[in-house]
């Protein structure tokens, strides 16, 4: 079936350690995208690609990096700059237009010790 | 991108009709309405989106109002399953096609009672 994994759905890394979160689709979509999402908090903009070799930051790209070098895939890097990296991570994907629904993953829970 | 107002919580009973509004009243002509839920330590899920006229699906009910200015999530009985967070979001289809980004807000938490 068509979909969007993330891996793995719990994480656990120690304070000072960068850590990368894997986002991988099947659906054919050209976007992806990463949220970042914190107890009793709505979704908040990581990073974007509209393409392959391409990303845009969103509202809190500090402390982050990604890469888009195939389609399918959209990993995403927290580093050892971001301040306070314990939270729930969501990748989401869409097709080339607006008029269409996006699909999500089902998360990874990250807790840095 | 144009910003929506959602109530922070609602309730309902279960087999109720449930109205979550949702306020955009800086909304462009070129805004599609998107609807999405969230259940518990899940990813979002969509539910429904439209322009203009109202929309059908067999989750919900999408009534928008004559003026665009605002918009009503409907859920014709709710279960115990539909307590979520929605979330209302609006689309520019003027946007870059593929990478118009997804912003959401806090959305609204429905609880639903037996």
């Known amino acids: 079936d068509g979909g969007i994994t993330q891996s793995p759905k719990y994480l656990f890394r120690k304070e000072g350690q960068n850590v990368t979160l894997s986002c991988e689709q099947n659906?054919?979509?050209?976007?992806m995208y990463w949220y970042r999402q914190d107890p009793g908090q709505g979704l908040r903009l990581i990073y974007y690609?509209?393409?392959?070799?391409?990303?845009q930051k969103g509202d809190i790209a500090e402390g982050y990096s990604v890469s888009r070098e195939k389609k399918e895939s959209f990993p995403l890097t927290v580093t050892s700059a971001q301040k306070n990296p314990t939270a729930f991570y969501l990748c989401?994907?869409?097709?080339?237009?607006?008029?269409?629904?996006?699909?999500f993953g089902q998360g990874t829970r990250l807790t840095v010790v | 991108d144009a910003k929506t107002t959602q109530p922070n919580s609602m309730e309902s009973n279960e087999e109720e009709p449930v109205h979550l509004p949702c306020n955009h009243s800086?909304?462009?002509?070129?805004?599609?309405i998107h609807w999405y839920r969230q259940l518990p330590s899940q990813g979002p899920e969509y539910v429904i989106h439209?322009?203009?006229s109202n929309v059908n699906n067999r989750m919900a009910s999408l009534a928008i109002a004559e003026d665009r200015k605002s918009s009503t999530l409907i859920l014709h009985r709710a279960t115990l399953r539909d307590a979520a967070v929605y979330y209302c979001?609006?689309?520019?289809?003027?946007?870059?096609?593929?990478?118009?980004?997804?912003?959401f807000g806090k959305g609204t938490t429905l609880s639903v009672s037996s």
């Open positions: 989401a994907s869409t097709p080339g237009t607006v008029n269409t629904e996006a699909f």
């Open positions: 659906l054919n979509h050209d976007a």
């Open positions: 690609s509209q393409i392959v070799n391409d990303f």
């Open positions: 800086t909304i462009s002509g070129t805004d599609y």
């Open positions: 439209g322009l203009t």
């Open positions: 979001i609006l689309r520019d289809v003027r946007v870059n096609q593929a990478g118009t980004a997804l912003i």
